[in-house]
């Protein structure tokens, strides 16, 4: 995920809240396998690694078709030269980062 960050004029990744879901759903999809294992009766850690298994689909979904949807709404603002102006920016950016854009410079 990556969000505009208006003060820098950038997109920077943004990971933070899609990454706390997963390590949620994660943690509670093991506890369920340990509780089905451990707990009696069984089916609470089954039904536990249910739940994990289906809020995962539903988050898979839920931004699949989020993206979608973002994506029809900004298509008439979008041309050709937009795309290449934000390719080259990001290519610059990429470089920049690595540290290249001084090499050769003298």
Same mark, same amino acid.
């Given at each position: 995920?990556?969000?505009?960050?208006?003060?820098?004029?950038?997109?920077?990744?943004?990971?933070?809240?899609?990454?706390? =879901?997963?390590?949620?759903?994660?943690? !509670?999809?093991?506890?369920?396998?340990?509780?089905?294992?451990? =707990? @009696?009766?069984?089916?609470?850690?089954?039904?536990?690694?249910? =739940?994990?298994?289906?809020?995962?689909?539903?988050?898979?979904?839920?931004?699949?078709?989020?993206?979608? @949807? @973002?994506?029809? !709404?900004?298509?008439?603002?979008? #041309?050709?030269? !937009?795309?290449?102006?934000?390719?080259? #920016?990001?290519?610059?950016?990429?470089?920049?980062?690595?540290? !290249?854009?001084? @090499?050769?410079?003298?």
């Amino acid at each position: 995920m990556y969000k505009y960050n208006p003060k820098k004029n950038r997109v920077q990744p943004h990971y933070g809240p899609i990454s706390m =879901i997963l390590a949620a759903c994660f943690i !509670l999809f093991v506890w369920g396998l340990i509780a089905s294992a451990v =707990i @009696r009766p069984a089916w609470i850690g089954v039904a536990a690694s249910c =739940i994990a298994e289906q809020a995962l689909l539903l988050m898979c979904i839920f931004l699949t078709t989020a993206t979608n @949807r @973002r994506f029809a !709404l900004t298509k008439p603002y979008i #041309d050709e030269t !937009l795309i290449k102006q934000a390719w080259l #920016d990001s290519k610059k950016q990429h470089i920049e980062s690595l540290g !290249l854009a001084s @090499r050769g410079r003298t």
